[in-house]
């Protein structure tokens, strides 16, 4: 379990749902605390309905990971979108350019340990990181 990655394509809100019951019930069994695992099922739907709606579709995968002596969960949403042209603007609360909210990535972000975003006219990659508890 501890070695597994898993894989799918997240293309409507069904996908999303998924998604987000895989990546909490994984984080449970990984021995994550359930207020933890709630959280990090939040930021993936986040980071997932953010797919269907800027890029139509894309692609998650998720983890368990373990660095410098930390484990965790790694959750990683990679799509060919449109790309985000401004970051910081992204990642601040109220931005959206669809009308929204615009505190999807900006929550994900607070939700996390590590939040790394990569973004391009050609794609974006956001990799998030919850550690399961106190250092090993
Ligand atoms: N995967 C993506 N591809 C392209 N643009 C994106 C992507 N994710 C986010 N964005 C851009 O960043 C903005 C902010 O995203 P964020 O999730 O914070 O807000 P939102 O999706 O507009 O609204 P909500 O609060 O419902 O999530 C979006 O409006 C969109 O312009
Ligand atoms: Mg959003």
Redesign the pocket.
């Known amino acids: 379990l501890s070695q597994r990655r898993f894989e799918v394509v997240i293309s409507n809100l069904a996908d999303v749902d998924q998604v987000r019951r895989s990546v909490r019930a994984l984080a449970v069994e990984l021995g994550m605390a359930p207020y933890a695992s709630d959280e990090l099922a939040l930021a993936t739907t ?1 980071l997932a ?3 269907v ?3 139509l579709r ?1 692609w998650m995968s998720f983890g368990a990971y373990e660095s410098v002596g930390r484990a965790g969960m790694e959750v990683q ?1 990679l ?1 060919e ?4 042209s401004d970051l910081a603007a ?1 990642l601040s609360d109220g ?4 009308g ?7 929550a994900a972000q607070r939700l996390v340990d590590e939040f790394e975003i990569a ?1 391009t006219p050609a794609g ?1 990659r ?1 990799t998030v990181r919850k550690w399961l508890s106190a250092r090993l």
């Open positions: 986040e309905t953010n797919l709606r800027h890029a894309g949403a799509d979108g449109p790309g985000i992204a931005y959206s350019t669809t929204s909210l615009g505190s999807g990535l900006p973004s974006t956001v």
